[in-house]
C-alpha cells in the first residue's frame, strides 16, 4: 500500500512538462447518493458543477446508474449520464449536449486502516464541438484509485471523525485517435473529509487536472477545489466507492 501512496504524490505534483498552467483554481461541486433498492441492488445518482476557465471549459453533469452489489468488496454499475459542456468562441459562450452510456467494476476495501477502492469504467460517448455540427462517438476508460485514511487512532471513523482522502483518475481513448494522445486525460487529489453521520460524508479536496492536446504530449492544466457531498448505504461505501 505504501506504494502506492508514493504513486498518488506523484501523480499529484508532476504533470507533464509541457503542460500550460490554469492559473487560480476553479470551483467544482458534486453531490451524490448510493441508495438501496431490492436484494443486492441500489441505484447511483450524482449532480456535479464545474467552473471553468480560459483554458477549459466548464461543464455541468447529471449520472443515474444502477449497482449490483456482487459481494461487500465487488459491485457492478450500469448508467447514463447527461452532460452540458460550456465552451467559449469568439467571445460567446455556446453550450453542447453530450450523452454517454458508462459500465463500471469496482473493488473496495473498506475494512482496514487505510482504505482503498479500484475502479475500472468504459464509455461510450456522443459529442458536439458545436451546436450546428453533428454528434461525434468517441469511447474511453478511465480507471480510478482512491484511498482513503482515518485520523482517528485504530483506524475508527465514526460520526464526527475526520479523514485524509487522495486519489488518482486516469482516462485513456480508444479507437482512431486523430493525432491524439491514447492518455487523454488525468486527476489528481488529496484532502480532507468529515463523517457527517452514519451514511453521509463531506470532503474538500484539491484536485489538479491535466488534458492532452495533440500527439506532441503538449497539455492543458487546471487546479481546481473541489466540495463533496455524498450519501450511501451500506454506510462504509461512502468512503471508498464514488
Do not use: C
Not at 500500500?1 to 492559473?23: D, I, R, T
Not at 450500469?78 to 458508462?102: K, Q, S
Not at 495533440?214 to 450511501?232: C, D, E, I, P, T
Amino acid at each position: 500500500m505504501k506504494h502506492f501512496f508514493a504513486l498518488l504524490v506523484l501523480a499529484l505534483w508532476a504533470g507533464p512538462a509541457q503542460a500550460q498552467s490554469g492559473g487560480a483554481p476553479v470551483g467544482w461541486l458534486k453531490l451524490s447518493a448510493d441508495l438501496p433498492l431490492r436484494g443486492r441492488w441500489s441505484m447511483y445518482s450524482e449532480v456535479e458543477t464545474r467552473q471553468g476557465n480560459a483554458q477549459l471549459t466548464a461543464q455541468q453533469l447529471g449520472r443515474l446508474g444502477f449497482r449490483l452489489n456482487v459481494s461487500p468488496n465487488l459491485s457492478l454499475t450500469t448508467g447514463y449520464v447527461l452532460a452540458a459542456n460550456e465552451f467559449t468562441t469568439r467571445g460567446d459562450i455556446i453550450t453542447t449536449p453530450e450523452h454517454r452510456f458508462y459500465q463500471e467494476v469496482a473493488v473496495a476495501d473498506a475494512t482496514g486502516a487505510i482504505r482503498a477502492s479500484h475502479r475500472l469504467r468504459a464509455e461510450e460517448r456522443w459529442l458536439r464541438t458545436a451546436p450546428e455540427t453533428a454528434f461525434r462517438f468517441a469511447t474511453r476508460l478511465r480507471y480510478q484509485l482512491r484511498l482513503v485514511v482515518p485520523l482517528r487512532a485504530g483506524g475508527l471513523l465514526p460520526v464526527g471523525g475526520m479523514f485524509l482522502v487522495a486519489g488518482n483518475e486516469v482516462f485513456a481513448g480508444l479507437g482512431q485517435r486523430e493525432g491524439q494522445s491514447f492518455l487523454e486525460e488525468n486527476r489528481a487529489s488529496a484532502g480532507l473529509g468529515y463523517r457527517l453521520s452514519h451514511r453521509a460524508t463531506l470532503e474538500m479536496a484539491y484536485l489538479h487536472q491535466t488534458q492532452a492536446a495533440g500527439a506532441a504530449g503538449a497539455s492543458l492544466a487546471r487546479n481546481a477545489v473541489q466540495l463533496s457531498v455524498a450519501v450511501a448505504t451500506p454506510a462504509r461505501h461512502a468512503l471508498v466507492r464514488r
